[in-house]
């Protein structure tokens, strides 16, 4: 009997193989590949040691190895596959995913005529081709959706048609393929996207048709999760939101956590331009405890460059009630940009955000332009001007966007920094307050506030670990890695507050509208109201320092602080706050749904948990209570 290993290097650990899980269990629907083959699988993270891979898959004895190949891991997948053909020349090896489909120029080589490409959906060309293999002269020319080499000449057969009932691939959940020894679920309830946007391959691979898989299915998969125990759940589906019976089954797996325990993160990628729906599904989840947050994928603002990737965002105005819906009902949102797409420019770049804080957006992450294979922008690289440069070292296949005929390269350079200062100053609340007292009653841009904080910030010196993190990040790319966003908040909101609340303070004081005794109240609130990412960072001492503010004391995780009643307005009008004491006393309650930090978890750790907070700063933004009902 020939062994298939089925090898998925990931991002993250613990994390359910789930393309592995579909090939096996599709193929094992073919009573000959259930009589000729076993099936292993192979997962680890993608920072694993090149050679203990190595080491595993050579030591599998395996007959053929099939490869999931992403951006993330491509490099790495390489260089294992050449490892394992020097080491064990006969075997088979199948590369499949969006990174290698329909680039078979790239990744193979005539003089490895044993080496073959999947070029689209996996399950039917997998099983077929396990099949030709069992013959002794394959004939992998009658397998549709393959590229291989034979006698020196590149082949590429038929395209194979997606799978349109999904049924027909067994839930690996439900078959016994998955056990529970996960800790991350990836969950998909329909395959396709009716979206063509330049920087993205999903719509174009899918054609537009959006296939299900039967709900009660899906429905059982879930209570499979939340029975073993998986505590993170993740919706792999392109538009979440976009199907009406999305909001049920988002109940359905509020119930399972209810009976189980398990899980308690879902993650999720939101409808493009149904954000009611979405809406209601952040506040299902929020209501039943589970950590969730309201994504909203905008990329940009600039009307230009939409037209350039084509792709259409929701009005400006619906966004503004949006957020003014989730603030009330304190759900957390967070905006996702790209930087730079074609069409952008770095004062369109700059506008935008100032645009989103002006319509009340939570928190805003500019995600580096990935330029990824086979994508509109792609295969319009040339005439769009796109410069890219290499990320990811050994593992990844990354290639980063840093200019396009609209963006030099120092402007790139000059947009991640405005990021940088942003992400520290307006997504971590330390100036919230005050900049939106300046720009609605001073007539202050907030492109002007976070620029002048960039500068400010560059103007310390590459001796400031603060400063010198987002030259390292800019200057070596590291801010293709997932989790260098949150390590920066890390750095600003725990390793480094105290050196960044006197940044802050030091900028602040530096400006012309510092004399306004409004903006000093204001910048006092905002130091209080600054919130913690972990239940154990040392509380901020505020014993002196405050001209405007009462200050009155410090508990275990709150403050106690009295407003004069001629600033109550404007706190009532920076902060939501529920029921305003009469003597104008609160407490500034910080024990929120933190987790504390552990010096002996990796910075990975730190840095994804934090990411993922920031997107989430609602549930660790501080309660302004009356003292009165605090005691």
Known sequence: MKKAMLVELTVFERMTPLASGYLQAYAMTDSVIRSEYRFERYAAV????????????????????????????????RSVAAALRQARPYVQII????????????????????TVLCNGEGEITFTRYLLALTDSSPRLHEVNGLSFYRDGELVTTPKQPRISSLDDIPSPFLTGIFDAAYSIAILETNRGCPYHCGFCFWGAATNDRVYRFDEQRVRDEIKWIAENEILFLFIADANWGMLSRDIDISRHITICARSHGAPNVVYFSAAKNKPHAVTEIAGIFQDANLIASQPVSLQ????????????????????????????????????????????????????????????????????????????????????????????????????????????????????????????????????RSVSRYLVRQAGIQYQEIFAAFAEFLRRQGEADPIISYA???????????????????????????????????????????????????????????????????????????????????????SYTVQIPAEYMTDLANAIKIETMPVDGIFTVDHKRLQYPFMPTQSRDHSGSYCHGMIEKVGNVMPLWLPASSHK
């Open 46 to 77: 993608a920072k694993t040691p090149r050679a203990d891979i190595i080491r595993d898959l050579v030591g599998s004895a395996a007959d053929v190895y099939a490869f999931s190949c992403y951006v993330w891991n491509m490099n790495l997948v």
């Open 95 to 114: 590369f499949g995913g969006p990174q290698v489909m329909s680039q078979a120029h790239r990744y193979l080589s005539s003089d490895d005529e044993r």
């Open 471 to 557: 030259d390292r990040s800019i200057r070596d790319a590291d801010y293709y890695d997932v989790n260098n966003y949150g390590l920066f908040i890390h750095s600003v909101l725990h390793e480094y507050r105290e050196l960044f609340v006197d940044h802050v303070r030091c900028f602040t004081q530096s400006q012309d509208w510092w004399d306004d005794s409004k903006v000093r109240a204001l910048f006092e609130i905002d130091m209080l109201n600054r919130p913690y990412m972990y239940s154990n960072t040392p509380m901020d001492v505020h014993t002196d320092g405050f001209q405007v503010l009462r200050f009155l004391g410090c508990g275990s995780r």
């Open 300 to 431: 940009t603002l600039e009307p230009g460059s939409l037209d350039l990737i084509s792709r259409s965002n929701i009005r400006l105005s619906a966004f503004a009630a949006i957020q003014e819906d989730l603030r009330e009902r304190r759900i957390s949102s967070f905006v996702e940009l790209i930087w730079p797409l074609p069409g952008e420019t770095i004062a369109s770049f700059e506008r935008g955000i100032g645009t989103l804080c002006e319509n009340e957006a939570q928190t805003v992450i500019a995600y580096p332009h990935l330029l990824l294979n086979n994508t509109p922008i792609y295969h319009h690289a040339d005439e769009m001007g796109i410069v890219t440069r290499p990320a990811g070292g050994e593992v990844a296949e990354a290639r980063i966007v840093i200019g396009t005929k609209e963006v030099s390269e120092e402007e790139f350079v000059e947009g991640m920094y405005y990021f940088y200062a942003f992400h520290a100053l307006h997504n971590t609340h330390s100036l």
